[in-house]
């Protein structure tokens, strides 16, 4: 469940940046520079549970990441030093902070984790931050029952529209579910369930297409190993295909688009696969030749680049670092293609790092990219100077700008505030529903048991009066027999005297 991706970043200047957490608990990173050459290996800070790494288009890097103390801290690099802080602190000792993911959406960082209870297995809370550079806001999302072989137990994506998609996986009673739920106009929807998974070994991966929702299903069922394609429609059909079962197992499934075809691959015996969604069924599984037996694993990926670059894959397969080559699922079908190797090109005086991105049919695109970067600087100094008389003016308008920002969002608060206060009422009415439904169902019980006791009553009284019938026409039968038994006696009495 503490499973850690490293991650590699490849800068402007096609350096290779790769953080990972090593053995110690320490985050550190390094740079390669030359064919499988690494500079040596930088301590970033100490006692790491997790953490996660985002690159904005300028190349800035942040990197937020969790520690043992219950501490999440950020940092950046800033003049060849990472400068940070920290901004959240646990205040208990019960839990700790694990799977942490972040995204950043216009100036606010959202920040997710789970919560997991220490003295319990099965209970983690997923929470979510939003860090807006100054302050931090955090609420409790929801409560996840975790399933105990699961790498990863939620994932959090944003789509075209800045909203943010969360799908996670829970065990409800004996059912393990996998359930929906989005954040659009800073609201969290409703959680919705989507359906159940059976099996063991299971894992998932999101793809928001909309109006679908695709998602890679990984599980297994007794000896063998299945990869299904789920496709969500956000009316609520939902249908399933199957794209590979096999005896070996399965491993780091990834779900992408190409041009209009949805595509999925895969690791098996340490070979990749991959296939094509076709209208209704999934392409016949095709082996990516790698040209080497190197040992493949997954890698959260980065690089800068403009819209029109032709890697933008946040998932990816590589090699280890001595011989690290980079496969990027988008050019496994591709005629003529070739492995992303690197190169040092020292007779041109252009500093490449060791796997020089060498995608088929684009390097004179990279070049260019290269040469209008170049050109950007120079424009850069010419903007200078209308930034600075452009700077005048909204230094003049920023008061009134600060100020309507200001009763906006006290406008926001309030009306959150509102929103909130209104869905504590809604709660409680359903409660005192629920008591009065209660209540009615005891008064009908107790109005059944009443005329129950009122018909036995009155059985019970009518056999009274039965009985007191009896008892008087027996009293009246005794009262004759006594009259007729003392006119007996009276009788002998005198006949005696008259014998006598």
């Given at each position: ?22 053995n ?32 904005e ?20 690099l800033?003049?060849?030093?990472w ?38 297995s ?13 302050e ?15 790498k ?62 695709h998602?890679l ?13 789920v ?95 980079l ?21 041109k ?7 020089q ?22 424009e850069?100094k010419?903007?200078?100077?209308i ?14 700008i ?6 906006i ?63 008087e ?9 006594k ?18």
């Amino acid at each position: 469940m503490n499973h850690l991706y490293s991650w590699i970043y490849v800068d402007y200047e096609n350096n290779i940046w790769k953080f990972s957490q090593n053995n110690n608990s320490e985050l550190c990173y390094k740079i390669m520079y030359g064919e499988g050459k690494w500079t040596k290996e930088s301590l970033i800070d100490k006692d790491i549970v997790g953490f996660a790494v985002n690159v904005e288009e300028d190349g800035k890097i942040h990197i937020v990441y969790s520690c043992t103390n219950g501490q999440i801290k950020y940092c950046t690099l800033k003049d060849n030093q990472w400068i940070g802080r920290i901004l959240y602190l646990m205040d208990s000792d019960k839990f700790e902070i694990r799977n942490l993911k972040v995204e950043i959406i216009n100036d606010e960082m959202h920040i997710f984790y789970l919560l997991i209870e220490i003295n319990s297995s099965n209970h983690g809370v997923l929470v979510h931050s939003i860090w807006n550079g100054k302050e931090t806001k955090t609420s409790k999302l929801l409560d996840i029952n975790l399933i105990p072989d699961v790498k990863e137990n939620y994932i959090a994506a944003v789509d075209k529209e800045n909203n943010i998609d969360v799908l996670f996986i829970t065990e409800e009673e004996k059912d393990i579910t996998l359930n929906y739920c989005s954040y659009k106009n800073r609201r969290w929807t409703l959680v919705k369930r989507l359906y159940s998974i059976q099996g063991r070994d299971i894992g998932f991966e999101m793809l928001n297409d909309q109006p679908y929702i695709h998602i890679l299903n990984k599980h297994m069922e007794g000896a063998n190993f299945y990869l299904d394609h789920v496709r969500v429609e956000m009316k609520g059909d939902i249908q399933k295909f199957r794209i590979h079962e096999s005896r070996q197992e399965l491993m780091e499934p990834l779900l992408f688009k190409q041009g209009e075809k949805l595509c999925a691959c895969w690791l098996e015996e340490n070979k990749i696969f991959y296939s094509f969604f076709e209208e209704d069924h999934w392409s016949r599984p095709t082996y990516f030749n790698r040209n080497n037996e190197y040992r493949v694993k997954r890698y959260h990926f980065y690089i800068v680049s403009d819209h029109d670059a032709p890697i933008s894959e946040r998932e990816i397969y590589g090699t280890g670092d001595m011989n690290l080559d980079l496969f990027f699922p988008s050019e496994f079908s591709q005629e003529g293609k070739e492995l992303l190797k690197g190169a040092a090109n020292q007779e041109k005086g252009i500093q490449h790092y060791a796997n020089q991105i060498d995608v088929p049919q684009k390097v004179e695109a990279l070049q260019n990219l290269k040469l209008r970067l170049y050109r950007v600087k120079a424009e850069n100094k010419k903007l200078k100077n209308i930034v600075a008389s452009a700077t005048m003016q909204l230094q003049k308008k920023q008061g009134l700008i600060d100020a309507q920002k200001e009763k906006i969002s006290k406008i926001l608060e309030q009306k959150q505030n509102t929103d909130e206060n209104c869905d504590m009422f809604i709660e409680l009415q359903q409660q005192m529903q629920k008591k009065l439904e209660y209540v009615n169902r005891r008064l009908l019980e107790e109005k059944n048991h009443k005329a129950a006791l009122d018909n036995k009553l009155k059985e019970s009284e009518e056999e009274k009066a039965v009985i007191r019938q009896q008892v008087e026409r027996m009293t009246e039968e005794r009262n004759i027999l006594k009259k007729q038994l003392e006119s007996e006696k009276n009788k002998s009495f005198v006949e005696r005297l008259l014998k006598g």
